[in-house]
């Protein structure tokens, strides 16, 4: 069975065939786009599309269980954070005041539940679309692709063993914890929150030692290589782009224009519906 909390998966969709760099210049695009804006519609039809294309990706649960329950938990107090720190901003946002409930300090408005379903939405938008490129795009040639848009070989290759190094992290992770569990201490679901937090706590001063013990003993491999010695080198995993990558890159584009359009058919950022 596969730890990783995320990370490469081999797979045969045409999402797994396209280009790396495609893959991360739709992700950006589509990424920037959807968080800068507020056009509630627009947000919705990206989040769509990004749902739609994570399961043609045929990504399986327990790939991204994990990572999905952290960025929710993270999630769901940044909403709770902006409503505590800033009750009334999406009244300021929209300039009407429709209250729902509450008086003095902490009220609840339309406005401001309307300004938080759009950063929820935001999340769904951008979660899936990350991972997405995560598990479908292999590093050798991601790190190729990269190279081939212009970017250094040297952080290309950087990128490349960030990637790889992932799921060894997790599968360390998964080791220790194993082993101090065979040594008594607890730290599978039975045991108490309290207690896997102290578990997790013992484990991360030996997962550093051997991340750093694994950086040193690559910088000295790529060093006896004479890594970054010439200006370029070859790629094992280069290849050109398709008809497919430029028709990605295609809808990309289009998407882009469309949400540059609606700034300025709503006059700014924000879909407003309280106006209407």
Sequence with gaps: MN?????FAPGNTWLHRLGGATKLLAFIGLSIIAMASYDTRFIIAIMVMSLLLFWQAKIKWRQISLVVKII?????????TVYIFSPEYGVQLYGTRHLIMGSGYFTLTWEQ???????ALKYIVTVPLALLFLV?????????SLNKIGLSYKISYSVALS?????????TYHQISMS???RGYELSRKANPIARLKGAAQILMPLIFSSLDRIETISQAMELRRFGRRKQRSWYM???????????LGVTIAIIIVGLLLFKVNGGRFFNPFNS
Excluded: C, H, M
Aim: hydrophobic share 50%; net charge negative; proline share 6%.
């Design 3 to 7: 730890n990783s909390i995320f990370g």
């Design 72 to 80: 929710l938990v993270f999630s769901l107090l940044n909403l709770i």
């Design 113 to 119: 539940l309307f300004y938080e379903l759009n950063l």
């Design 136 to 144: 479908t795009t292999n590093p050798s040639e991601f790190a190729a």
């Design 163 to 171: 990637l790889r190094y992932i799921p060894d992290v997790q599968n």
């Design 180 to 182: 101090q569990q065979a």
């Design 238 to 248: 280069g290849r050109k782009f398709a008809p497919a990558d430029w028709a990605v």
